[in-house]
């Protein structure tokens, strides 16, 4: 927090200063300075708009969005899900095995076919050892 607020009062320097205007949000250099270089050297690996020509932004944004639908699919609350995509299962089960959240891994492991579970070797392998690392 202590960065941002350097940062802020570097935009509220510059901006009265008139070297840098800010338009819906976006900020616009009207002239550099050193305050302005410094600003930009440190904004610079903060923001990063992903490029649509490279695979891992790609990737990222697919698995983004895959994670987003595993979220739907935690809030759902049916017993069984009829319809739901297996990449947005393999990778929610991915993250959730990262955070170490292996109830979450077996609480959708239980609203999904059993048939779909069994065969798929990464999502049942991920399932065997959420159950048993939660100790059932």
Known sequence: MKQSEEMRSIIAE????GRLREDQGALHIEQTSTQIS???SRARFRWYVPNPHRAADLEKLRE???LKEFEEYKQFKGRKMKQFRLEAV???FKKAWQDRDYQTIIN???KIPEKVLQEDPKLLMRYDQAVTRVGG
């Open 90 to 92: 393999r990778a929610g």
């Open 14 to 17: 510059e901006t009265e200063a």
């Open 64 to 66: 983004k969005s895959l």
């Open 108 to 110: 959708i492991a239980e």
């Open 38 to 40: 410094k600003f930009n």
